[in-house]
């Protein structure tokens, strides 16, 4: 089913690309970064975007590069999931505050990227074993909409570029 899931995630996002594309092609990592940044902006010109009256809890995704390359890439996969599944949770709850247009098709694009990160990495076949959630990442609350977007680029430009420039050395050649 992992297998099936990336494929279907790969096919809906870049037309016909093969299950390795994510890994191996880093101009794919490189467009997720683009279209953060460029979904950041956007956010960031919304006209009257409220400020959350019931804060969004984010993870704290700042990481030393020296600590990241020293932990085990299932740590690596577990940290990042346990950042997404809080980012999911943060996006959800500020859409249910949100009721501007521009800000609320902002974060409805946010929600599915995220998500579908956060399934793909769930499903993916792993040697450790399926992800079980129940981890507390670091976090921290907002009530600026903007931070949540800052906080997904961060996470994509970060931890998630490194961890799969991390898996394409070993599965690309």
């Known amino acids: 089913p992992g297998l099936l899931f ?3 995630f790969l096919l809906h996002f870049e037309g016909h690309a093969s299950p390795t594309r994510l890994i191996c092609d880093n101009r ?28 969004a809890v984010l993870p704290l995704v700042d990481f030393s590069l020296q600590q990241w390359k020293s932990k085990s890439r299932e740590t690596k996969r577990r940290e990042i999931l346990c950042d997404l599944a809080l980012l999911v949770g943060a996006v959800a709850g500020a859409q249910s ?39 507390s990442p670091h976090s921290m609350e907002q009530t600026h909409i903007t931070s949540i977007f800052l906080t997904y680029r961060q996470l994509v430009q970060g931890k998630l570029h490194f961890f799969f420039h991390d898996l394409a050395k070993d599965s690309c050649k």
Do not use: H
Request: charged fraction near 20%; charge should be negative; aromatic fraction near 10%.
């Open 28 to 55: 794919l990592i490189q467009k997720y970064i683009e279209e953060a940044k460029d979904m950041e902006k956007k956010a960031g010109q919304c006209q009257a975007l409220p400020t959350l009256s019931c804060p």
């Open 97 to 135: 505050q949100v009721t501007e247009e521009c800000g609320a098709w902002q974060l409805s694009q946010l929600y599915r990227r995220t998500n579908s990160f956060l399934l793909l990495l769930q499903t993916f076949s792993w040697k450790e074993g399926p992800w079980e959630p129940g981890c």
């Open 6 to 8: 990336l494929t279907s």
